[in-house]
């Protein structure tokens, strides 16, 4: 084999953000936009890369040189997760190309480094005949966005590799696939772009001389995730909704949540979704709403109303797969 297609999904935070980041759980469900990586074996150690949605076009360096030096920011974590993988091959004399195509805007918080850089992980072990498991491509996946990162969960390595909803741990320490039948979701995109690791710095300094206080709303934020899994696998959605609502004001507590998402969140409420929060690191991006069969179009109209995109994305996907 010379020459593969994967593709990985983005993934929707449904409970349990920044806990997730201290040992707490989440759930979280996988989408159908997708992020595509084709991966070539060249005949001469040098790695390539290909990315134009991210701009980056004409990427080359010798294969000795990965990981080193000045990498475009759209570059990283493909480099980063192909240097990983390499550790476990002993020919030299390979090379690699590798085009990425990316079905979701870099601008909404999906998780499209993850999904390439799971994407990558199984392409390359598959091309080379590694034949990891899920959990062994999690592992790697996970190291490679420590490593660029400094932190982070995995939760949305998780989505990627396993898709579906998941109840996860942080770093994998449980990653439990739910069995959910359907999931009656509006995502509303607030227009404004946030960063997770400037958000999850932002409460640690906050709270920098209130040590307690945060510890008591990551509990509290774990007490209602392990509660929302049995109302999500008995599709409870008016229970399901209530504890999307407390987790909310948990967020609000910690100063993630933004007068536009709370705007957003309220007109969903008020047109009869059962609940609705904010959905990732906060600071602006996505937010959730559980609506009933007949109240979908009211939920979208009041997320429009209060200046929000709604997004379609259909939830618990596939995770990743070889395409060809």
């Given at each position: ?19 997730v980041?201290y040992?707490?759980p ?11 990586v084709n ?17 980056v ?15 475009p ?7 980063i ?57 999690f ?25 579906g909803t ?21 995502v ?15 409460v640690?300094k ?15 934020i ?20 209530k504890?999307?609502n ?33 959905s ?15 109240g ?7 997320i ?19 395409e060809?």
């Amino acid at each position: 084999m010379s020459r593969i297609m994967v593709s990985a999904p983005g993934k929707l935070m449904l409970l349990g953000e920044h806990a997730v980041v201290y040992n707490h759980p989440c759930i979280v469900t996988a989408v159908d936009q997708r992020m595509y990586v084709n991966v070539e074996v060249l005949d001469e150690p040098v790695f390539e890369f290909y990315a134009p949605d991210v701009q980056v076009v004409s990427y080359k360096k010798p294969l000795s040189e990965i990981g080193k030096g000045d990498i475009p920011k759209g570059a990283r974590f493909v480099e980063i997760a192909v240097k990983e993988i390499l550790h476990f091959v002993q020919n030299d004399n390979i090379g690699l190309k590798v085009t990425t195509k990316s079905e979701f805007s870099s601008q909404f918080g999906f998780g499209s480094s993850s999904a390439s850089t799971v994407c990558t992980i199984k392409a390359v072990s598959e091309i080379l005949g590694l034949n990891l498991t899920n959990k062994e491509i999690f592992d790697l996946s996970y190291k490679t966005v420590l490593d660029i990162q400094g932190k982070g969960s995995g939760f949305d390595i998780a989505a990627a590799v396993y898709g579906g909803t998941i109840y996860f741990v942080t770093g994998g320490k449980i990653i439990e696939p739910l069995d959910v039948k359907k999931l009656p979701l509006v995502v509303g995109y607030s227009g404004i772009k946030a960063d997770t690791v400037t958000l999850v710095n932002q409460v640690k300094k906050s709270f920098a001389n209130r040590q307690d206080k945060l510890t008591e709303i990551y509990n509290n934020i774990g007490v209602l995730v392990y509660k929302a899994k049995d109302a999500l696998i008995n599709m409870d959605w008016q229970k399901l909704g209530k504890l999307m609502n407390k987790n909310q004001d948990l967020l609000r507590e910690l100063g993630v949540s933004i007068k536009k998402l709370d705007n957003m969140i309220k007109l969903a409420i008020q047109a009869g979704a059962y609940g609705a929060k904010l959905s990732g690191a906060g600071g602006g991006d996505c937010m959730i709403a559980l609506h009933s069969v007949q109240g979908k179009l009211s939920v979208q109209e009041a997320i429009k109303k209060a200046g929000g995109d709604v997004i379609n994305v259909k939830t618990n996907a596939e995770g990743v797969r070889i395409e060809k």
